[in-house]
């Protein structure tokens, strides 16, 4: 059965730093679209970033150049390393894996299964 389950959330103050993991089961990792999804209070949910089979990673504007998706083929792991966190980052943020495609990675999160989420707090 194939499974997602995150970890690594937690409360910050703003410029710090946080990194999630998500733990794949059932599925190799390195099989798939891969990323990290988010959403805010009264918010839609949000794409943050993406990770294909070639390691090829893209990133919503907000978080370029602050945050880093990563995937570990041996662990069937995959990381969100998050720095200078902003309140604005604030959001349930989910790990998302579309076992339909390996490249091209879909933006929207009804292409992807998703894990239970965890929750990540950036105060000022």
Not at 56 to 79: C, E
Request: a positive charge; one cysteine or more.
């Amino acid at each position: 059965q194939e499974q997602l389950v995150e970890s690594g959330g937690g409360s910050v103050q703003a410029g710090g730093s946080l990194r999630l993991s998500c733990l794949a089961s059932g599925f190799p990792v390195s099989s798939a679209c891969m990323g990290w999804f988010r959403q805010a209070p009264g918010k839609a949910r949000a794409w943050v970033a993406l990770i294909d089979n070639n390691g090829q990673a893209t990133y919503t504007d907000s978080v370029k150049g602050r945050f880093t998706i990563s995937q570990d083929s041996a662990k069937n792991t995959l990381h969100l390393e998050m720095n200078s966190l902003k309140p604005e980052d604030t959001a349930m943020y989910y790990c998302a894996a579309d076992r339909n495609r390996v490249r091209y990675c879909a933006t929207e999160y009804w292409y992807y299964k998703l894990g239970q989420g965890t929750q990540v707090t950036v105060s000022s």
